[in-house]
Every structure is written in C-alpha cells, then in structure tokens.
C-alpha cells in the first residue's frame, strides 16, 4: 500500500501553535486566513447592506446583487477549477489534481444552488416572477443538474482511478456549460440584465460607492472561496486515508482468519 | 430536510405578500448566507471527524 | 478504425434484428407516449399541435435513453466486456460501431415518430428537408452523447439511474435546437431553423470526437 509521501513533495504536517498536530482539517496558514476573513467580510456586510446606497430603480433590493453576483462568480471559479484541474489530473493521474476537482465541484454545487435560491428571490421584487424559463435561468439549472450528475459519479463503488477517470471526463464538460450560461443573455433575447462586467469592452454601467462594493464583494468571496477549497481538500484527502486505512483493516482480518481455520498450508499452528 | 423547505416555503410566502423591500433583502441574504454558513460547518466538522481517525502521523496533505 | 466500427454495429445491429427489441417495446412505447401526452394535455387539438416539436423530441430521448441502455446491458452479460477488450479492435471503431448501432435505431424509431405525429396530431409537413436533417443531426449527437455516457455508467449497479441523470442535462441543448428546428420546419419559416441545425451540428461533432478519444481510456477498466 503507497503512502503518498511516497512519490509527491514534502508533507505539511497539521500543527497547532504548540506544534502537536491536531484533529482538524485546519493549520497555520488557514487560521491566519480565517482570522483575515473576519474583518473583510465584517466590511462587506456593512457595505452591502447599509453603506452603499440604495438604487434609482430597485431600490433597497439592489443589495441582493451583492450576494448574488460573488456567488455566481464563485461559483463559475469553482466549474473552471474543477474543470480544468480534471484536464490536468487525466495527464498528470496525481492524487492532488483529482481531489481538487472533486472539492471544487462540490463548492461550485453548493454556490449554484445559492445563485438559483437568490436569484429567484431577487427576481419576484425586479421582475415579478420567482421563476421564469429565460436562456440563462434555464442554462444555471442546467449547470446544477450537470453538477448533481458529476456528484453522483464521484459516490460510485469503485477504484480511485476509475472513479477519477469517469468524473473527470464529465468535469470537462462544465467549461462549456458555463460559457453557454454565461452568454445566453447575448445569444438569446432575455428577461435577464445583459452581463454587466464581464462584457469584453469593461465598461461597468454602475458607479461609485456601488461599483466599488460589488468589485469589493468579489474579492471578499474569492478569500471566503480560497479558504473554503483548502478545507474541503483537505477534507476528501484526509477521506482517502480513512478509506485506504479501512482497507489495510479489512486485509489485516482476513489474513487472520487464514490462520483459525486451519486452510493454510505449512508453519500454521494447528 | 423537509422542515428546511417548509421554512423556506413560509419565508417565501411572507415575503411575497410584502409591500416594502427589506424582507426580499433579508430572505434573499439571510437564506443563502446561513446555507453556505451551514455547509462551511459540515465540511469543518467532517474533517474533525476523520483527522480523529487517524493516527497523527497520518493526518497531513499534499501541500 | 473503421471496420471495426463497421464490425461491432453490424453484431447489434444483428442481435437487436434477432431479438426485435426495439421494434417490439420501443416503438410501442413511442407511440405510447405520444397518445398519452394527448390523454395528458388538452383535447383541443390547438395546443398539441403547438407542443408537437416539444413533445417528439421528448419522446425520441426517453425512447433513445432505453436504447442506449439496451445496447450497454449486451456488453454486460457473461464477461463481455473483458472480451471486447481482448479482441483487438480499435476502441475508437467500438466506440464508432456502438455510436452507429444507437444511431440506426434511433433513425428508424423517429421515422416511426414523424408518422405517428403526422397521423396523430394532424402536424403538416412543410420543410421536410429542414425536419429530415435535424432528425439525422439531432441523431447523432445523442448518440455520441449516449454512447460515451453509456460506458462511464456501464458496469455500476447504478446505471440505469446514473445514465439518464448525466445524460438528459448534457442533451438539453440539442432538446432545445431540434425543437427550435422543428418549429420552424413545421410552421413554414424554414430560414430561422437551420443556425439550430448548425448548433446541434457542433455539439455532435464534439461529442463524437471526444467519445474517440477517450473511449478506449474508459473501456480499461471493471
């Protein structure tokens, strides 16, 4: 059975401030993240819902788009990384590239279903509906189930290269599910707002305090995110173990009782 | 679970009878805030959990 | 490659000849579903003939979603699997022959479709030839699609709910160019159905060349 300290870089060992390891997922470097990320989402709480004014149009409702919009760029960062880090894991077939696809779709589900339970919220004061069957409502819930579909391949009985393999091949096709997301509003007419900042000329058609918070609120949930995917990783790795560990248990059992029954042949004691 | 969507299902419905704004904000917020909230949780607790399992030698990852 | 393909679609096309699987409980079922979408909706002939594209197309993926199981289920059975893998032939030509294999079927059951519709819920067929090329496109990208998804589920006890739940968002596109499509082809404005036919086009061809390319990977394995 290959640890993998066998053929990788050197190990970070867990070490509380003492410097015994400890029994979670966390270190040095998330707690000093974590302890960052009070304060800047403390900021972005405040900006969002009271410093920032009000809209023209929407009124107060328009601080949902402080949500919803990190949310949908987290979530697009998390396809892309899952995708591409399968790309990489199906030449590379290391470990590490495998488990970082894995935790970032993960993520990316978590913040697709977000994006669709604000979103929706968000559209019944702007449009008046919960729900409507537009381009890029209907794209988003398609990411969902795509993403549902690759969670679902990861929870299959079977090796980790198989199970590699077949979720990778299905991460791959996230890229183009996002790009189809992402620009149906251009590509179909549409009940939503034309992208705002991702339109290739950048320029933003919000101002001021406003655009600073929103540019500020993707910056606040590309740390909350960094720190999250550090996490979960740790967390499919420290899996792995558990599961390689039960196997080394099960092997253990079994050769023991090639001993009590008396099959084996030669040296056993009878 | 279903206790979670009825919630969701009461919140939704008082808001969609309301004539100001704040309980949109509110709900639209506060639902998808404590669900990632929630899930940050889950994940930190699962890796208390199997770092248990381990013996200290074993509880490290690819850097 | 290519006769191999030809070799592995000629023996399910064969078994699926011999045993008549297809022509006996798909077919049925297809036209099933199209009198139970009219028990279903409205009598009023308005609003079927409205939903019609929709409705086909819905009809042709379940139906295609059983044929795609079916042709997996064969490998399935008394080793087969380790035995293809054994025989030599090019993966990309299996993946090829089982892709044509799907694909025949499928032509055959949505032939079977145009006419039920046609006969069913009075559709007119103006722009046969816009409808006859989103059917042979549409085809094949569910096939490819299929095929591929086919063999990441194949093997796992949990396939025939794995298989439907990968698969059915992938195809949601090509769902909506070939309905797209055929309202076009059915309502007389021909000229804004063929960009679908072209966007379904790409999504087969992509689907096609990725299922080459990695077939061969994904079949090395249970």
């Excluded at chain 1, 760029?73 to 899952?82: E, G, N, Q, R």
């Excluded at chain 3, 079927?48 to 042709?60: E, K, Q």
């Excluded at chain 3, 044929?67 to 087969?80: C, K, M, P, T, V």
Aim: net charge neutral; hydrophobic share 55%.
């Amino acid at each position: 059975m290959t640890t993998p300290t066998e053929h990788r870089a050197p190990v970070q060992d867990a070490t509380a401030a003492t410097g015994e390891p400890t029994a979670t997922s966390g270190s040095r470097t998330t707690r000093v993240l974590g302890i960052i990320l009070f304060p800047v989402l403390a900021l972005w709480a405040y900006l969002a819902f009271v410093g920032s004014p009000a809209d023209v149009n929407q009124g107060e409702v328009v601080r949902l788009l402080y949500v919803h919009v990190p949310i949908v760029v987290l979530a697009y960062t998390a396809c892309f990384i899952s995708a591409i880090a399968s790309g990489v894991w199906l030449w590379k077939r290391t470990q590490w590239w495998d488990l970082v696809a894995a935790s970032a779709a993960e993520i990316g589900t978590v913040m697709v279903a977000a994006t669709l339970v604000v979103g929706s919220i968000y559209g019944r004061p702007t449009w008046g509906v919960y729900w409507t069957w537009d381009a890029r409502l209907t794209s988003t819930a398609m990411l969902m189930l795509l993403l549902l579909g690759y969670l679902a391949v990861r929870r299959i009985p079977a090796s980790t290269e198989v199970r590699g393999r077949r979720s990778a091949i299905v991460a791959l096709l996230f890229v183009p599910n996002i790009i189809v997301v992402n620009q149906s509003v251009t590509w179909w007419r549409s009940l939503h707002q034309d992208p705002t900042l991702f339109r290739l000329n950048l320029s933003p058609e919000i101002e001021g305090l406003m655009f600073f918070t929103l540019v500020y609120s993707f910056a606040a949930g590309l740390l909350f995110f960094a720190w999250l995917l550090v996490h979960r990783f740790r967390v499919a790795y420290l899996q792995d173990q558990v599961d390689a560990l039960g196997l080394d248990l099960a092997l253990e059992e079994r050769r023991e009782e090639g001993w009590d029954d008396g099959w084996t042949t030669g040296g056993a004691p009878s | 679970m279903s206790i979670v969507l009825a919630t969701v299902s009461v919140v939704l419905a008082q808001i969609g009878s309301s004539s100001t704004q704040w309980p949109y904000v509110g709900a639209g917020a506060g639902l998808v805030l404590v669900g990632i909230a929630l899930y940050t949780v889950l994940v930190l607790r699962k890796g208390r959990q199997l770092a248990r399992q381990l013996k200290p030698e074993d509880r490290r990852w690819m850097s | 490659m290519l006769r191999d393909a030809w070799l592995m679609a000629g023996k399910d096309l064969r078994l699926e000849w011999r045993s008549r699987v297809a022509i006996n409980q798909i077919a049925p079922l297809a036209l099933l579903f199209l009198v139970l979408f009219a028990f279903g909706l409205d009598p009023d002939r308005g609003i079927l003939v409205r939903a019609t594209p929709g409705l086909y197309w819905v009809a042709v993926l379940f139906c295609g979603l059983l044929a795609i199981q079916r042709s997996f289920a064969l490998e399935s059975a008394d080793g087969n699997r380790d035995a293809l893998r054994m025989s030599g032939l090019d993966p990309a030509g299996i993946f090829l022959g089982k892709f044509a294999g799907i694909a025949a079927q499928l032509l055959v059951l949505e032939a079977l479709l145009v006419a039920g519709v046609v006969i069913l819920y009075s559709a007119r067929l103006d722009g046969f030839g816009l409808l006859a090329l989103t059917c042979v496109v549409a085809t094949f990208a569910i096939a490819a699609a299929g095929t591929l998804y086919g063999v990441l589920a194949a093997g796992l006890r949990v396939r025939e709910t794995l298989l439907p739940l990968l698969l059915l968002p992938v195809l949601a596109p090509v769902l909506l160019g070939s309905t797209r499509a055929f309202e076009a082809a059915l309502g007389g404005t021909t000229t804004d159905g063929w960009p679908w036919v072209g966007l379904i086009a790409i999504f087969a061809l992509v689907y096609l060349g990725v299922g080459i390319a990695a077939f061969g990977s994904l079949m090395e394995e249970t």
